[in-house]
Every structure is written in C-alpha cells, then in structure tokens.
C-alpha cells in the first residue's frame, strides 16, 4: 500500500528545544517536500528536495532544517531559533517534473 | 496583490446543492491547477487536477480553467455531508526546475443533511 507517512501525528515540546519530524514515502517519488499550515494562512513551503542530498529553502526556512540522505525519507528538524514552532506540519512527494504533490497525514506540533 | 486570491467561506449548502468553489490568480504563468480537499486535522488529498483552458469532469466534481480570465473553478454537484472540507486550489508555472506550488488559503464548506 503506497503512501507517505508521518510520525509522530502529535507532538509536544518546551521551547527552546529541537525537534525532529519524520517523513517516509514509499511511491519512489523523487520530489518531497515540507510546508507548515497555520489558521487563516494557507500552506507555507518550508524547504523541498528534488534529488537526494540536495534540497532547497522555501519560503520560510528560517529557524528549520532538513536532510535527505534516502530517496524515501525526508525529515524535518524545528530548531529552538523558530520564533513560532507551533503549527501543522505536512509532507508531500510528487514525480521529479509531475506538479501534482500527494500529502501524508500531517503532524501537530505544539511548543511551550 | 496576493498570487492566489481564495475566498474563505464559511459556505453552508443543504445537501443535494450545487456547489462553486473559486479562485482568481494574478501570476501569467500559472499554466497547472490542482484541487485538494482537505478534511479537518488530516493532510489534504488531490481531488482534480489540469492544465488546459476548460473543463474536466471526475464524478461529482468538475474542474473549470479560465486561463484568459486567470479564473478557476470547482463545481461539486449533488453534495454530500461527506464533502464537507477545506477545499484548497494549487497552481504552478511551468517555467524550469522549479516545481514550487502556490495555495489559496482555503474555503471551507459545510454540506447539512
């Protein structure tokens, strides 16, 4: 069953902490992504990678980090320098020229 | 001007209704739409997706392009409580490696039995 998950679906930390957010794909989609979703704000892209051990920032960056050793995996580390951590964080894969993104599930971080 | 303009909702429709989802984009070069549905605390799942100018039909739900008009649209007939969502459009260009989406904000709608 080909999908792409995300663990954990919650997830609680005190500030000043790291935290790493997992993402698994297993459609051997090169493309993966990561965006953060806040009320009222839409999906923001935080960093994407296109081929393995190369990624670029998104939009907004700053305060996270990312690896992409494995073609299926692509976590997501929230550092203590986030001023604003707390928020639903999703993951989505597509074909490396394919514009259409399949999500995982999301995971909910709360900071405090 | 934001790239993507989506109104918000809320929209409540009875169930059986017609529904128009909409959204307008500022950006030329949008040449790929997407539709997601997005139900509460989950990720959002790709409901429709094209790249011309007119429609594509799936089911319930059609997917309406205006490329002149820099105009999209989802129409969703015979709506179901089980529709009930945030329904997100997506765009991108189709301009070099950059496979960047860009969202509306989301509407969310509320089928009522």
């Known amino acids: 069953d080909g999908g792409i998950t995300q663990s954990p679906k919650y997830l609680f930390r005190k500030e000043g902490q790291n935290v790493t957010l997992s993402c698994e794909q297993n459609?051997?989609?090169?493309?993966m992504y990561w965006y953060r979703q806040d009320p009222g704000q839409g999906l923001r892209l935080i960093y994407y990678?296109?081929?393995?051990?190369?990624?670029q920032k998104g939009d907004i960056a700053e305060g996270y980090s990312v690896s992409r050793e494995k073609k299926e995996s692509f976590p997501l580390t929230v550092t203590s320098a986030q001023k604003n951590p707390t928020a639903f964080y999703l993951c989505?894969?597509?074909?490396?020229?394919?514009?259409?993104?399949?999500f995982g599930p999301g995971t909910r971080l709360t900071v405090t | 001007q934001k790239e993507v303009e989506q109104d918000p909702g809320p929209l409540s429709v009875p169930e059986g209704a017609i529904v128009s989802l909409n959204c307008t984009y500022s950006?030329?070069?949008?040449?790929?739409f997407m539709w997601y549905r997005q139900y509460s605390r989950k990720g959002p799942e790709l409901l429709m997706y094209t790249y011309s100018s007119g429609n594509k039909e799936d089911g319930r739900f059609t997917a309406q392009v205006d490329k002149s008009s820099k105009y999209i649209s989802l129409f969703i007939r015979d709506s179901q409580p089980s529709d009930s969502a945030t329904y997100l459009c997506?765009?991108?260009?189709?301009?070099?490696?950059?496979?960047?989406?860009?969202f509306g904000k989301g509407t969310l709608l509320t089928v009522n039995p």
């Open positions: 989505a894969s597509s074909i490396l020229q394919g514009s259409e993104q399949y």
């Open positions: 459609l051997n989609h090169d493309a």
């Open positions: 950006n030329s070069a949008f040449q790929y």
């Open positions: 997506a765009m991108r260009d189709s301009g070099g490696s950059n496979y960047k989406l860009t």
């Open positions: 990678s296109q081929i393995v051990n190369d990624f």
